[in-house]
C-alpha cells in the first residue's frame, strides 16, 4: 500500500520535527524547506519547484511518504496527495517555538514574529479549508507522529 501525505501549517507548528520523529521511526519523509525542494522567486516567495515534487510523487510506489512545506504553488499537487493534514497551535505557542528554536532563524526578529501573525490570520485559514485533516501540535511528539501514520494508513486514503 502507498501513501503520500502532505504535512502543511504556519512556521513554529512543528513541521520539521514531526518529520524527524516519522524518519525515526523508518519513514520517507521530504522537508521541503530543505536540499532545492523550493526555489525563491523574487526574494520574497518561496515556491516548490515542480519538476522535482512531480517525479517525486510519480516515483514514490509503496509505503508512506510524508512531505512538509507551506508554499503557494502547493495547490498545484493536491490532487496527487492522499492526505493534506494541518498542523496547527495556538498563535502564542508558535511564537514561544520560533522564538527558542535552534534550527531555524526565521522567526527571530520582530518583523517576522508580525509576518508569522500575519499568515496565521490569512493563509492558515485557506490551509485549514484544504486540509483532509488537522492535528493540535501542543500534543506531545509523540502522538502528532501516531496521528499521522494512523492517516497514512487509512484504507480511505
Known amino acids: 500500500m502507498k501513501s503520500i501525505i502532505l504535512v502543511t501549517g504556519m512556521s513554529g507548528t512543528g513541521k520539521s520535527t514531526v518529520l524527524a ?36 510523487l510519480t516515483e514514490h510506489t509503496e509505503g508512506a511518504l510524508f512531505i512538509s512545506g507551506t508554499v503557494s504553488n502547493q495547490v498545484k499537487f493536491y490532487p496527487r496527495f492522499d492526505a493534506i493534514v494541518l498542523l496547527s497551535a495556538p498563535i502564542e505557542v508558535i511564537l514561544e517555538r520560533v522564538a527558542s528554536r535552534e534550527t531555524n ?53
Open 21 to 56: 520523529e516519522l524518519a525515526r521511526r523508518g519513514h520517507r519523509v521530504v522537508d521541503t524547506d530543505y536540499d532545492g525542494w523550493s526555489e525563491n522567486m523574487d526574494g520574497s516567495e518561496w515556491l516548490w519547484r515542480e519538476d522535482r515534487m512531480d517525479t517525486l
Open 105 to 157: 532563524d526565521y522567526g527571530k526578529t520582530a518583523e517576522q514574529r508580525e509576518e508569522i501573525i500575519q499568515y496565521v490570520e490569512t493563509i492558515e485559514p485557506l490551509l485549514r479549508d484544504a486540509a483532509t485533516f488537522e492535528i493540535d501540535t501542543r500534543k506531545p511528539l509523540d502522538q502528532v507522529a501516531t496521528e499521522l501514520e494512523l492517516i497514512a494508513k487509512r484504507p480511505t486514503v
